[in-house]
């Protein structure tokens, strides 16, 4: 029933932006957390940046400073703003949806940066 879509992602030169969002559809409770992961080939999936509830931002190490994640309660959506790309965040870009009692997953977009 509840469903994650994530848009935004597509082709973008080093040092370039892109934006992406998370939409969620269908019935869902309330959302503890909201998160981005991302996976290249051959590789396990890791974590981008959560935010929680209360607005409190996580990013990893290798997208600090670059990346800005937001969300908007009202429309259950989240997003991630990814500033001065490099060719090293090319992947597939999974959303992730926490509540109580549930984990929700997209399906994922690709994000490809070229040098």
């Known amino acids: 029933q509840v469903q994650l879509v994530e848009s935004g992602g597509g082709l973008v030169q080093a040092g370039g932006s892109r934006g992406l969002s998370c939409a969620a559809s269908?019935?869902?409770?309330?959302?503890?957390?909201m998160g981005w992961y991302r996976q290249a080939p051959g590789k396990q999936r890791e974590l981008v940046a959560t935010?929680?509830?209360?607005?409190?931002?996580n990013y990893a190490d290798s997208v600090k400073g670059r990346f800005s994640i937001s969300r908007d309660n009202n429309k259950n959506t989240m997003y991630l703003q990814m500033n001065s790309l490099k060719a090293e965040d090319t992947a597939v870009y999974y959303c992730?949806?926490?509540?109580?009692?549930?984990?929700?997953w997209g399906r994922g977009t690709q994000v490809t940066v070229s040098s």
């Open positions: 992730k949806f926490v509540t109580v009692s549930s984990v929700y």
């Open positions: 935010i929680s509830w209360g607005d409190s931002t």
């Open positions: 269908g019935r869902i409770s309330s959302i503890n957390t």
